[in-house]
């Protein structure tokens, strides 16, 4: 079946500083991904909608100066947290549908720690 | 998106059947039943969906009630490896935005 990967599948970084986080399709084009974000006990809430060629689309309440998505290629969405503070500490995830969108793709997950 | 109701948490015996219910009380014509499971730390994975028929797969089967308000997702033989948070979802084709609910945390007991 299609893979997402996700990558780093953990990190680490000091207040302050900003970190980048990958998803790639291994095995299939998306022209759309999706970036979700999950706090310990918490079901996934969707941040933004990332459109390869063209500008992420943001839920409402999500800063996108904060959260920077890039989508250049049909297997690559980046997602930067610019500035993290220890707030912006969560689990990420991304997604991608199937050719037919029957059904979503997700990578691993990025475990975000700000210190 | 339609919202789905999901009890809490549940327990099942190690190679009994699971079925998880969900209440989908708004779900439109044209809106299908998704489920997925996320087991801890790792990203959700697809399950099974249906649109007003029941489906079975490898994974599990898709009971939809006829007036569509409810569903029951089935494992047949629960293992220890089903333990996991599973998320009812309804969404039109293609479901490419999903909306995860509060889900049902499953625990398969030994």
């Known amino acids: 079946g299609a893979v997402v990967s996700q990558h780093p599948s953990r990190v680490i970084c000091k207040s302050g500083t900003s970190v980048k986080i990958e998803c790639r399709s291994l095995d299939f084009q998306a022209t759309t991904m999706f970036w979700y974000r999950q706090f310990p006990k918490q079901s996934l809430m969707l941040m933004a909608t990332s459109n390869e060629g063209s500008k992420a689309t943001y839920e409402q309440g999500v800063e996108k100066d904060k959260f920077l998505i890039n989508h250049a290629s049909l297997t690559l969405s980046t997602l930067t947290v610019t500035s993290a503070h220890p707030e912006d500490s969560s689990f990420y995830i991304c997604s991608a549908p199937d050719r037919t969108f029957t059904e979503a793709f997700f990578g691993q997950g990025t475990r975000l720690t700000v210190v | 998106d339609a919202k789905t109701t999901q009890p809490p948490s549940m327990d099942c015996a190690e190679g009994r059947a699971a079925n998880l219910p969900c209440n989908h009380s708004?779900?439109?014509?044209?809106?299908?039943v998704y489920w997925y499971r996320q087991i801890h730390s790792q990203g959700p994975q697809y399950i099974i969906h249906g649109l007003k028929n029941n489906e079975t797969n490898e994974m599990a089967s898709l009971i939809i009630t006829e007036d569509r308000k409810s569903s029951t997702l089935i494992l047949p033989h629960a293992t220890l490896r089903d333990t996991a948070v599973y998320y009812c979802?309804?969404?039109?084709?293609?479901?490419?935005?999903?909306?995860f609910g509060t889900g049902t945390r499953l625990t398969i007991i030994p």
């Open positions: 708004t779900i439109s014509g044209n809106e299908y």
């Open positions: 979802i309804v969404g039109g084709f293609g479901n490419e935005k999903l909306t």
